[in-house]
């Protein structure tokens, strides 16, 4: 964006999911409210270095973007408008206050919800919902989005064009939802969010293994999100665990770019303003007293966040916590993390124990099995982690896991002469 | 006399910035909170976090209520202030002119009492 006042664009970044949201409930239609944005925009950055930037420049946006979509449609009149916002001119400082008095907030926020929510489309790939996501609400280019998606950038194109049509064409109700329906969008749209600073979090394919620009986007629509709902206090957890994980960024990457283990960082390098954010958020949102899983997960990480060093960590409370989780989201993944707990407070022939009573379930997890060989390994028993670990090679482990893997296979086989 | 300057700006507006310019404004931060360091002239000086983390406290009637974030639906927030010793408004006017602008704005309240002395919370940013 050179040459653009840089001041402006961020105004205008910053007002795009709401403005595209409340247009595409008035177009009906992803593709005309993008395109009257774009033309809003476009008027913003010619009167708004003069004039200045509005008061509400959302509202202006607004505004703006209904009326270019107005004159560019002045002789075929098929557009209805269905919020009984007059027509206004945009000139006058006045004409832009009464309009900001128009904007119904309780409106603009559900609009913001569904528009997250046709993202979500069910029919879509999970790639597809966030390649969706990071066009329409975020206003990625397509060659970032195929950048950060590891796609080519041709294919992104035509996929995000048919997930657009797609998501357009969805029957989703235009009215105020109910209240279960909220609820429903809203855990939807938590999914997505949170599968979107995974894919950064934890970035697979490609040659990096974060990539920080979806964190910050994921956190930036939750941010969005809790400033439209602020007593969700699932999206406030969502919002903590994010925000706790993220400020670990520069402590997970080694210098050759490898991950490193948790308890391997350098905690100095953790940002502790995110963490304490992160901390604040989660006590706001368990004075609610409905803990669900995204808060548990906050819980874990601050508790983790709370320790200077490793050896610190309160693993009694991360094990309680775990097992709460089990309760709400009784997963592999979960299990397999409590059993890392009690290895941390009773040793690894009792975590040896808790994994026994899991392997009916995780048999066929792979991270069952490695788990499993460094827990045999810790009790000195490298012939039976030699068979753990041959094990989780037959579970299609990628080229780095492999990797990993042999060199552990070796490293038992070496004890044991 | 104290005065306090009070910065207004949309929340998430500096995050939107590019990196050098968000860079440039905080240097201009600094230079200002180094100066009055200096002159024994700073009080505090803190930035908040969002909103979104805030709740508030009224009484209704005869009950107490907490509520999430603060009450009023405004497009600008307080986002962070500065406690500091002037001699006079226009000095205090001197001192936010020193402040990065366009990406905020700054009231300059005086003070009419201040008290307590915290230590520096657990945060990297300064």
């Known amino acids: 964006m050179a040459g653009i006042d840089s001041g402006v664009a961020a105004h205008l970044a910053l007002a795009r999911p709401k403005v595209v949201a409340a247009l595409t409930r008035q177009f009906r239609s992803l593709e005309n409210a993008e395109e009257a944005f774009q033309e809003a925009c476009v008027r913003a950055l010619v009167r708004w270095p003069d004039s200045g930037v509005p008061r509400d420049p959302t509202a202006w946006l607004l505004v703006a973007g209904r009326n270019a979509t107005l004159d560019r449609l002045r002789k075929d009149r098929r557009l209805v408008f269905d919020d009984g916002l007059a027509e206004a001119e945009v000139s006058g400082d006045d004409a832009e206050q009464d309009i900001a008095e128009q904007i119904d907030m309780a409106e603009l926020r559900d609009d913001v919800l569904r528009l997250l929510f046709m993202c979500c489309h069910p029919d879509l790939s999970l790639q597809d919902q966030l390649a969706l996501a990071l066009k329409v609400i975020a206003g990625f280019s397509v060659e970032k989005i195929a950048r950060a998606l590891v796609v080519r950038p041709k294919s992104m194109e035509q996929r995000i064009t048919r997930a657009k049509k797609k998501a357009s064409a969805m029957a989703v109700r235009l009215e105020t939802p109910s209240l279960q329906e909220r609820t429903a969008r809203l855990d939807a749209v938590c999914t997505m969010i949170y599968l979107l600073f995974n894919e950064g979090y934890s970035a697979g394919g490609g040659d990096v293994h974060i990539r920080g620009e979806l964190c910050d986007e994921a956190i930036r629509l939750l941010r969005l999100l809790l400033n439209l709902f602020p007593a969700q206090s699932e999206v406030m957890g969502l919002l903590a665990l994010c925000l706790i994980q993220h400020s670990r960024r520069d402590a997970r990457l080694g210098p050759d770019g490898d991950l490193v283990p948790l308890e391997s960082q350098d905690r100095r390098k953790w940002h502790r303003a995110e963490i304490s954010e992160g901390q604040v958020l ?84 792979l991270y069952f099995h490695t788990t499993r060989a460094s827990f045999l390994m810790e009790t000195d028993r490298p012939d039976l982690a030699v068979v753990a670990f041959r094990q989780a090679l037959s579970l299609g482990p990628t080229g780095q896991e492999t990797e990993h893997i042999q060199q552990q296979i070796a490293l038992c086989e070496a004890r044991q002469k | ?95 936010a002119k020193k402040l990065p602008q366009g990406v905020a704005a700054y009231e300059v309240r005086p003070i009419g009492w201040m008290g307590g002395a915290l230590e520096k919370p657990d945060s990297e940013t300064d």
């Open chain 2, 1 to 95: 006399m104290q005065y306090a300057i009070l910065i207004y700006a949309s929340e998430g507006f500096f995050d939107r910035l590019p990196e050098e310019e968000q860079e440039n404004a905080l240097d201009q931060h600094r230079a200002l909170q180094k100066d009055l360091n200096e002159k024994g002239a700073l009080g505090a000086v803190a930035k908040l976090m969002d909103t979104s983390a805030a709740m508030t406290i009224r009484k209704k009637g005869d009950s107490l209520l907490v509520l999430d974030g603060p009450f009023a639906e405004t497009k600008e927030q307080l986002l962070g202030l500065y406690l500091l010793e002037c001699d006079s408004i226009d000095d205090a006017i001197e001192q």
């Open chain 1, 282 to 365: 989660l006590e706001k949102a368990l004075r609610r007293g409905r803990p669900g899983p995204y808060q548990i997960q906050a819980a874990i990480a601050a508790t983790h966040g709370r320790a200077r060093r490793a050896d610190e960590t309160d693993w009694p409370e991360i094990e309680r916590l775990y097992e709460a989780l089990e309760h709400v989201q009784p997963t592999a993944v979960v299990s397999l993390n409590r059993a890392v707990a009690v290895s941390k407070i009773q040793g690894a022939s009792a975590a040896l124990d808790h994994l026994d009573r899991l392997s009916g379930d995780l048999g066929n997890y």
